[in-house]
């Protein structure tokens, strides 16, 4: 290499160094505070991580390595989230060494992908509409949260928010890179080997849609926020399971410390995080994350989760120890209503229902970008959760087609299979006369099996608005209700996944809730020709080599007023 070559590879070096150190992300601000708030005397805070993934899915260590890395960067425990269909049973929680692992999973809907843990395993594979799903959940017990929400990829955003979903990502670490530009990745790339965790956290931005879209959800029902480490390590080893897990945590408040005993534990962890008795530290920012977030009123402190009803004055309550330049903020519905650099916060309650959270910001600017350093979930003046009044009770029906009230009517009905599939349609004895019942045993062939129960040449559709019908199986399972147009010589459907247990229950479909399944479908369901009416049982939700019966009785076509 000739000289000059060298002289420009060491100013190019000299250059790229420079360039390194001046825009270092700084090292996190230390507290020398280190008060302890009455919230915290009453409160145990464990630090823990969220939304992990294991060699039994994408990621890329194991059990083991990651508890090693949660000790190192000094949590308590491990929520792992590995990808799946929810019929494994999930591990029993456990501890490795001092942290205790919890095991969830990760179901890909079609809006999104929904996280779940403390349920049981399903008795079919989950999938589909994200509805069916947070269904599906809800029913085994489980507790929901909708992972990398607000992603820039399309691909991952949770796109369905009119279902109850139990909760909500409003951090994701996967996620917060996607949004910066390849320069900044790439100073971000100099930047990690000599501050790992602050140069993860340096990526972070005030996600301002996210918080908005909280702020709504949480004036109509509880929604709790988790940050979502999202770790992975794979293909690369950057960042590292320890790194992130050192970026930020999530701090769930307990009545009391960890016992030790697993079960036990877990249980007080689950309960917390399904109450919203948690919040979000960027420990990378500044540490340690002293907090305390509470409603003092004269029935008592009502802490973060919890609902207050109101019956007389009541003081919120908000206290951190603040670095410098350090500054409380208090949310009523979303928007900002208080604000002090001091270390405490005090703030009348109104009388009328609202949601409050508070965060903890390290930079004071109004409009700035910046992550907050502590995020608090909700407490709520009037319960969200009171169940709205179904103002279907009670409607008048107008329209009413018969489709199967006696066995004479079987005649109309047939099977459709893939080839390697079986099925029969005949009409049994029940208590209330005679059911229609579908006999099915898909292939365990690759060809996608699947079994149809079809009724063609209905012609009403314009005049109608429900479907209706009573229906139970053999065991639990879901079938799709399925609207079939005959306008063209594409494949144009509609559908709604229906539960199905072994009692029967009546079941009414609106015609605007079944959505497109083929992409020459539009919304909401129209079709200016005949249109056949489908049971539809399928490996969306039934594994291959699956066999069972289906039993279906007053099938009708109505309209309400």
Known sequence: MSQSAVRSVGGAVIVLALLTVLTLPDSPLINQKNSVSSEQTTTSVVSGAFHVHTTRSDGSGTIEEIAGAAARAGLSFVVITDHGDGTRTPDP????????L???VEVSTTEGHYLAMGHQAAPYPLGGEARDVVEDIARLGGFGVAAHPFSTKESLRWKDWTVPIDGIEWLNTDSAWRDESWLRL????????????????SLFGRPIEGLARWGTLTQRRRVVALAGADAHVRPFPIPSYEQVFRSFSIRVQLETGLSGDSEKDAAAILSALRQGRVYTAIDALARPGYFSFYIESLTGDVHAGEVIEMAGPATIV??????PNGELRLFQDGSLIAQTTQSSLRFPVGNQPATYRAEAVLSPSINSSAIPWILSNPIYVGDPGKPLIDRSVGEAAGTSVALFTDESDVQKWKVEHEETSLAAVDSTPSVNGRELTLRYALSDAESKPFVALVLEGLSDLDRINRIQFRVRGNAEQRISLQVRSSDSNQDVRWGRSIYVNTEQREVSIRLQDMRPITQWSSWPVESEGPVSLMFVVDTLNTAPATSGVIWLDDIRLEEWN
């Open 93 to 100: 929680p456990r501890y490795y060494g001092e942290i205790l």
């Open 102 to 104: 919890l095991d969830g």
């Open 186 to 201: 790439g100073l971000a790339m100099l930047h990690y080997p000599i501050r790992p965790s602050e140069t993860i956290a």
């Open 318 to 323: 908000v206290g951190a120890d603040l670095p």
